[in-house]
């Protein structure tokens, strides 16, 4: 029997969404499936995988425009698969001390893709980020990595173990 095939795609603006993503796919390799990381705006087809995972940033309380038009391009294919979303953004910790609600955006796309559930993670801003605002957030202190690498995998596998589940 050959690997459930898995998309992760994802829509990053400066790269922490993309970090996450990649943490995502090497769980699911970890765990025997096989795992492919693209960025969401290189995604034109998910006929070819089982299930799709896709993520997208969080700025000012928006889904990654890039994240939303892929699931926009694929709705008709990914209504007839497992879809699991995720978001990146708090910069703070309350990402890991208590489920946060999806944005708007990300409910409709839940609602419209039969998703199987949504996560989201910390994020990042830091002295690298690009940008003014983020260069200001950091000479203020508010910066930092609030990736948590451990709820990233334990979610990984927990996705892993639902598809292997329903083979």
């Known amino acids: 029997m050959t690997a459930k095939r898995v998309l992760v795609a994802y829509g990053s603006r400066h790269g922490a969404t993309a970090g996450i993503a990649s943490q995502i796919g090497t769980a699911l390799r970890e765990d025997g499936l096989d795992a492919v990381v693209l960025p969401a705006d290189d995604v034109d087809d998910v006929r070819g995988f089982d299930a799709v995972v896709l993520g997208g940033s969080l700025y000012a309380g928006r889904w990654s425009g890039k994240a939303l038009h892929c699931a926009e391009r694929n709705e008709h294919y990914l209504k007839h698969r497992p879809v699991f979303l995720f978001s990146s953004g708090p910069v703070d910790s309350s990402a890991d001390q ?66 292997t589940a329903a083979a």
């Open 98 to 163: 208590h489920e946060i609600a999806p944005v708007p955006a990300v409910s409709r796309q839940m609602e419209r893709l039969g998703a199987r559930e949504h996560v989201t993670f910390g994020g990042s801003i830091t002295m690298y980020t690009p940008g003014p605002i983020a260069k200001v957030l950091v000479r203020f202190g508010k910066g930092g990595d609030f990736r948590n690498t451990e709820r990233i995998r334990n979610w990984a596998h927990h996705i892993s173990g639902e598809l």
